[in-house]
């Protein structure tokens, strides 16, 4: 977001949209990555906060100048919301230019202490993206993806970008790392967190390739979206998901995550672009 009015203003929207749509909680209900823990230690130092015209987001760096993330992040205008009708967002329609704030975090005089850096860069949306609104409430979703390639490389982080061999199954637990404020309606403060959930459900029609996490363990609030999802083994450490945000079922709420597994030959091909290498 480019300003701070801007932002509350997005996140208003956002909030008002989940509400009247059902995507969202009563705020009592709400669980974010903010409950998990502060990651002082850098363990995720790929994650970093992503903004755009639209908004705050979360994003993972895959390789020295590429991040991923949720192409609704740059998609999606600001009153999406509020307006009345149908309307179709593809990966035409999506913002061009992004900023990447890398954090990492330390200890001065006894308190912990965030240094940022910045990386500006081009959005690149999956070719298939494609968001359906009615009247204000999203109808469909399909390949929320998109990439940003910077600039100049982010040198001393090490990026993940290992895509999965296997799909996540029900019952798993992932680890989910995000930029999301402690509260609703807070301010992320430049904080990365992460935590635990149990993979719930796993969906794979033709239009939706996701799976979701209900309440309990670690969800998330606005600004964790397009934040990366773990599979974390004795073996490694594999993103097998980008957060697309909430959803209600079943009479609960969940929140739910793209699957990289299943759109790992187009997240390859963009490791490949000539621009980021």
Not at 226 to 241: A, H, S
Request: glycine letters at 10%.
């Amino acid at each position: 977001m480019c300003a701070r009015d801007t932002n509350l203003a997005r996140l208003l929207v956002i909030v008002l949209w989940l509400l009247e749509s059902g995507c969202a909680s009563t705020p009592d209900s709400y669980f974010a990555v903010a409950k998990g823990e502060n990651d002082h230690a850098n363990r995720y130092q790929s994650t970093v906060l992503v903004t755009t015209p639209l908004g705050d987001c979360s994003g993972v760096l895959i390789a020295p100048r590429l991040v991923l993330f949720s192409a609704h992040c740059a998609c999606l205008p600001a009153d999406f919301g509020t307006r009345a009708g149908k309307w179709l967002y593809t990966s035409e329609k999506c913002e061009q230019n992004a900023t990447v704030k890398v954090y990492r975090y330390q200890q001065v005089n006894g308190k912990w202490a965030r240094s940022p850096e910045f990386y500006e860069g081009t959005v690149v949306a999956h070719e298939d993206f494609r968001s359906e609104i009615q009247d204000g409430k999203v109808k469909s979703h399909r390949a929320d993806l998109a990439v940003i390639q910077l600039e100049t490389a982010a040198l001393g982080i090490n990026p993940d970008g290992n895509m999965p061999e296997v799909e996540v199954k029900p019952n798993e637990s992932l680890v989910v790392v995000g930029f999301g404020p402690s509260v609703e309606r807070g301010d992320n403060g430049g904080v990365r967190r992460s935590g635990r959930n149990t993979v719930t459900e796993v969906i794979t029609t033709r239009e939706t390739k996701e799976f979701r996490f209900t309440a309990g363990g670690i969800h998330i609030l606005s600004g964790d979206s397009g934040g990366p999802c773990f599979r974390e083994t004795d073996e490694g450490r594999w993103l097998v998901g980008i957060n697309g945000g909430f959803t209600k079922a079943k009479g609960g709420y969940e929140s739910w995550f793209t699957s990289t597994f299943y759109y790992r030959s187009w997240i390859e091909r963009q490791k490949r672009d000539p621009k980021v290498n």
